[in-house]
């Protein structure tokens, strides 16, 4: 009879706690959320990290895809500092829409960051280009990856104006 009590008591507290846990917030949601507002600050700060960078992307935008609607341009995103290290992505642009997205930066000073990047920057980077605009989904395992992958791609598509 006392066994019998023990496991009720403690399967109930169990149940309570399981019940009492809140779930964690979508990636997804928060990465839609926050690219607007580090697109803004990114764009009174791109000329210096866009000529600091790569001194080929800066004179692009300038010749950009305005002028003619089949040129291809390619256009650097801003350097997102994640937890693990620092994401930035070059877009190419041509007739407005994205042909190509390449990873410039990603976290490579550990082996498990490598190992990760090995497998979500792929991902990410035909996620943009199914997509066609920075509202991508994240890549399990790889949140902060993705959430700066996101961020770098935002402020390249705004300096490109897609």
């Known amino acids: 009879m006392r066994k019998a009590a023990v496991t009720t008591v403690s ?12 779930p ?4 997804a949601t928060a990465m839609a ?8 600050p990114g764009a009174s700060s791109s000329p210096s990290p866009g000529t600091g960078r790569s001194g080929t992307s800066s004179p692009a ?21 994640t937890a693990y290290g620092p994401v930035q992505v070059a877009v190419t642009v041509s007739g407005g829409r994205i042909t190509a997205v390449k990873a410039l930066r990603t976290p ?31 890549v399990s395992g ?3 990856t993705s959430e700066g992958y996101t961020r770098s ?10």
Do not use: F
């Open 11 to 22: 399967t109930v507290a169990g149940i309570v706690l399981l019940l009492s846990l809140k």
């Open 24 to 27: 964690h917030q979508n990636p």
């Open 33 to 40: 959320a926050s690219p607007p507002a580090s697109g803004t």
């Open 61 to 81: 935008p300038s010749g950009g895809t305005s002028g003619t609607s089949g040129a291809s341009a390619t256009y650097t995103g801003d350097v997102s500092n």
């Open 108 to 138: 490579s000073d550990r082996p498990r960051s490598q190992e990760i990047n090995s497998y979500a920057v792929p991902q990410l980077t035909q996620e943009a280009l199914s997509a066609q605009s920075a509202h991508i989904d994240a």
């Open 142 to 144: 790889a949140t902060y």
């Open 153 to 162: 791609l935002q402020s390249a598509l705004d300096r490109a104006g897609v």
